[in-house]
């Protein structure tokens, strides 16, 4: 164990540890940008340089592991005015567009400038400019707002092992690429997304949906497999429109794209909100239910199918649904058995709902035949 | 969801195949694997860093991150003459610019990097090449001119275009 | 028709970078064809050898000639292939020298102050034969190292020489050596910084080319002192000619057992690995450098954890330039009370400069240290070409300051020049006159620095393009009234809270240059002229009307059709149209084009 003095308070930490650290557990505040603590300590913001008796010059706090006996000022205003500086460099080469950026009131840079009372800029020059934008899917990469803090770099190497993005060029011109610069094209888990401290990375779907003041966290269980990752949902005016998840749950805020981006169904205008009861005979509905068409809502085109399937199905009450549901299927049980009977629920339902269903066919029908993409 | 690693004409990977032997045991080949691409090909091809992003199991984007972090690594090809004008700190006392101002002026050319159209010569600037006491220094391809003037670059550039010194 | 028991005389022909340059390889082939076309007709009472031989430091004066008959050896300048018939038939067989090809006394002038502990064997022996480097004491050290000392005498004998890294920032070798060795683990690489990216510097390139087998046998002695049997050479891979003369030292000293296992018959095994560097200075930098031979970007990481705790592949590493690793073997051969002689108390031993700018001889030099910039630029120098006046010597290349005219007589040691504001650095001295303007260098290494910043981190990625920018518009004669405080609080800034050497220093030739030549400064922003008439967009051309004969000549060469004026008749510059290219200043005879 190591004896370490910061800003007066003393503490006993373990060998190895950073100073970041150690101060973190006397709860000392040291600002950072391009730390975080699930990732290898990079050490290229400098905005968590600190003193240290005997060494000339502030070194950063996440990258120096302390020794025994360390003295160490995390704040004075000669450390102040350096990180001011830094700040004040950054933003010289960052969009001042906050009123229009997603990330406005989440954003690690917005508030360290509030906080160190930035409006003039004493270094403004010349802005990176890059038009291009990226084709993917899901991820927005904003460029122009990168800090080159290297996060996304790392979560995709160290946590996902996947690698899809890194450095390119240097000096500043620098900048985060894919390979030959092509539109991103990796297992789009957002993890890069939900480490980013600016607004360089965010989630497609999100824009103008609603930005951090407007909306409700609630906690939730992913429901698409059986590792069961807690994710937040941002819920505003009763719609999900943006799914996170906290760095202190059993999967430390790592999610797949299903849980951090397949959401859209829940307000989907082509989900079915009343019970269809089919009308035409089985042999009838061949030939096969029309082809999925791109481009649609949803990704199928829906008057097609509304055609398609109205000589199909007729609408029915609840009432009328559930009783002829319970009508056939007491007729089968009783006439073949409860092994007879089979169910499969789906993950777009809610945990409560899949948890009725399994409690539902094991109780009351009485058969283990009941299966759902988590599993039961 | 990853894209599969490009194929490759069969020569092609016959010559990706004999670099790939010379550094597959090497630790930290990237650099070396690159270098001799573009010494075979004249520049860093797509195809064969996919290539060897596949066969190495790197993926590709460290690749081209150190592609375009080396000044040594072009990604499109270049002239078949590398006429360079030495801009350090002793050549660039002793004019260097000037230099580069009449090798740009000879060949047409308007920025560094830049190749002619008939893809002969492309021209740049390098910084430093420990020819200082002959400052300053025009490279073609790896033989250094030292003690240039603006005129002796002029006769160099016209000698090399009627085809004393270079390649054709 | 050779006959046994002739004398040998010697022609031996510099082909250094300078050499090669001015057409050593070809005056070479000269001296053969013509002594193998005489020898067809007449019997040679002589038998020539041919040397080629590394830079021996007078470039200026390429292609360098020695003719050496017994112990008399004399030296011509400046040949070309065609003066090579001529020393073959008046000298090597009329046995008169060419007089007026011989070198004068500027040669020797330029070599009394200089100590050549490195250069001398440069100059003199073959690079390219392993025998030439054994004939004068090579590959002896190590011999001496393994047979009668323990790794600890070995880290004393540096220790006790003196011997500073001569990388640039003088961190004491024998230290380094120690704290490496002291590290527990069971593997330890040695490596030979050879990434000599400083613009200006070439004495790494020159030692290489020179004399590669001093630098392998200082990775052998460096290796046998920390316990480790893994060197790696990174070196450029725009010093070609160097990568091949070292690839073919390594394998000559395999083929005789010098590398390898049990070298000498002991237990010390030593194996060296070239890794070519592609073009990056930051890699100059010891973290950046091992990034780089582990075959990542070349990004430089936080110390501590410094290399000789945790370095390549994790491993303790002992990171050494060529020019110190070049020097231990005449340490251990010599003895490190003869090493501590020489230099002053604190920086010992010599240091080579590569002397360039506008210095009459301009070459590489070697020279004790503690000797004064006055002796080296003036003594050794030869004084300031065209003997114009003086301004500053840049010493440290990026990283190092401009010294002014009166502080000509401090001594070069590490402390000194850190004193003024400079660094010793890797040892590259660029003389600058009075036409050389002091914003306009400054603007020229921060171009340098901010092209080479490897990105990582704000203060040099943002703060050395914010600083290049400021100075950008002085220089185009937009500077405000504040600039140079704004670039002396962005500078001292950046020095603080970069992350590697290359951002700590790379103000240093802005913050030098306002220490000692802040009224240039104040010139270009306030009155928006340039004093030594370079800026290009402060200069403006007018014809001086009593010189103009109205020839013509400027009005021909103006490119932009500025310059009016019937034959015979003056001239005149339309400075709206005028796009300051100095044309006309270039062509006119007369004299009769002003410029201010």
Known sequence: MFKVTIDGKTIEVQEGTTVLDAAKMLDIPIPTLCHHPKLTPFGGCRLCIVEIKGIPRPVTSCTTPVSDGMEVTTSNPYIEDLRKTVLELILSDHPNDCMVCEKAGDCTLQELAYFYGIRENRFE???????????????????????????????CDEVEGVGAIDFG???????????????????????????????????????????????????????????????????????????????????????????????????????????????????QSNPPLPPFVKGGRGGINNSLL??????????????????????????????????????????????????????????????????HCARY | MKTEGETVAAETAAILEGILKRYRDDDGNIISILQDVQDVFGYIREDAVNWFSKKLDIPASRFFGVVTFYAQFHLRPRGKNIVSVCCGTACHVKGGSKIAEQVKKELHLNSEGETTNDKRFTFEVVRCVGACSIAPVVLVNSKVYGDMTVDSTSKLIKKLKEGAGAKK | ???????????????????????????????????????????????????????????????????VDGDKSLTYQCIKPEMAARIVDEHLIGGKPVKEWLIDDTYYAFHAKQKKILLKDCGTIDPEDINAYIDVGGYSGIKKVLSEMNPEDVISEIKASGLRGRGGAGFPTGLKWEICRKTPGDTKYIICNADEGDPGAFMDRSIIEGNPHSVIEGMMIAGYAVGSDHGYVYIRAEYP??????????????????????????????????????????????????????????????????????????????????????????????????????????????????LTGKVKNTGLIEVPMGITLREIIYDIGGGIIGDREFKAVQTGGPSGGCIPAEMLDIPVDYESLAQVGSIVGSGGMVVLDETDCMVNIARFFL?????????????????????????????????????????QKLSSDIKAASLCGLG??????????????????????RDKKCPAKVCRDLLTYYIIEEFCKGCGACLRACP????????????????????????????????????E
């Open chain 1, 125 to 155: 020059g010349e802005r990176r400019i890059y038009t291009k934008r990226d084709g993917n899917p899901f991820i927005e990469r904003d460029l122009e707002k990168c800090i080159m803090c290297g996060r996304c770099v790392k979560v």
């Open chain 3, 241 to 354: 000619f160097a990568v091949e003369r070292l690839r073919l030292a390594i394998s000559q000293a395999h083929e005789r057992g010098y590398l390898g296992k049990n070298i000498f018959g002991s237990n010390f095994g030593f194996d060296i690995k070239v890794k070519l560097g592609a073009g990056a200075f930051v890699c100059g930098e010891e973290t950046a450098l091992i990034a780089s031979i582990e075959g990542q970007r070349g990004m430089p990481r936080a110390k501590p954890p410094f290399p000789v705790h945790h370095g390549l592949w994790g491993k303790p590493t002992v990171i050494n330039n060529v020019e110190t690793l070049s020097n231990i073997p005449y340490i251990i051969r010599n003895g490190a009370q003869w090493y501590a002689s020489i230099g002053t108390e604190k920086s010992k031993g010599t240091k080579v400069f590569a």
């Open chain 1, 306 to 371: 509304v055609t398609r399937y109205s000589s199909l199905f007729r609408e029915a009450s609840w009432d009328e649904a559930v009783d002829y549901i319970a009508k056939r299927l007491k007729t089968l049980k009783d006439k073949y058995g409860p092994d007879a009977i089979a169910g499969l629920s789906s993950a777009r339902c809610t945990n409560e709902e899949n948890y009725l269903f399994q409690k539902f066919m094991r109780a009351g029908i009485g058969t283990n035949n009941i299966d």
């Open chain 3, 504 to 525: 700590q220093t790379a103000p240093n030739p802005v913050l030098s240059t306002i220490r000692y030549f802040r009224e240039e400064y104040e010139a270009h922003i």
């Open chain 3, 560 to 595: 932009s059709g500025a310059i009016t004026g019937e034959k015979k008749k003056l001239h005149k510059i339309n400075p709206d149209i005028c796009i300051k290219c100095g044309a006309c200043f270039e062509v006119c005879k007369f004299k009769a084009v002003g410029r």
């Open chain 1, 169 to 283: 060029y240097r000096g500043f011109s620098s900048k985060i690429c894919t390979p030959f610069g092509k539109d991103l094209n990796c297992e789009f888990c957002g993890q890069c997304v939900a480490v980013c401290p600016t607004g360089a990375l965010t989630g497609k779907m999100w824009k103008q949906k609603g930005r951090q003041k407007d909306i409700k966290e609630i906690e939730t269980t992913c429901p698409y497999c059986g590792c069961g990752c807690s994710l937040t949902l941002h819920v505003r005016r009763n719609e999900v429109i943006k799914i996170t998840s906290r760095e202190d749950t059993l999967n430390e805020g790592w999610l797949c794209v299903k849980g951090r981006f397949s959401y859209s169904f829940i307000n989907s205008p082509d989900r079915l909100t009343k019970p269809l009861i089919r009308i035409a005979p089985k042999d």
């Open chain 3, 1 to 67: 028709m050779q006959k046994n028991n002739l004398k040998k005389v010697i022609v031996r022909v510099c082909i250094g970078t300078g050499g090669l340059a001015a057409g050593g390889k070809e005056v070479i082939d000269a001296f053969k064809k013509e002594i193998s076309d005489r020898c067809i007709d007449i019997d040679l009472d002589f038998t020539c050898h041919y040397q080629k031989v590394g830079c021996r430091g007078f470039c200026a004066r390429d292609v360098l000639v020695d003719v």
């Open chain 3, 447 to 487: 171009e340098f620095t901010q092209a080479e910043s490897c990105g990582k981190c704000v203060p040099c990625r943002i703060g050395t393009k914010r600083l290049l920018e400021i100075l950008d518009r002085i220089t185009k004669g937009l500077g405000r009234e504040g600039d140079i405080e704004l670039l």
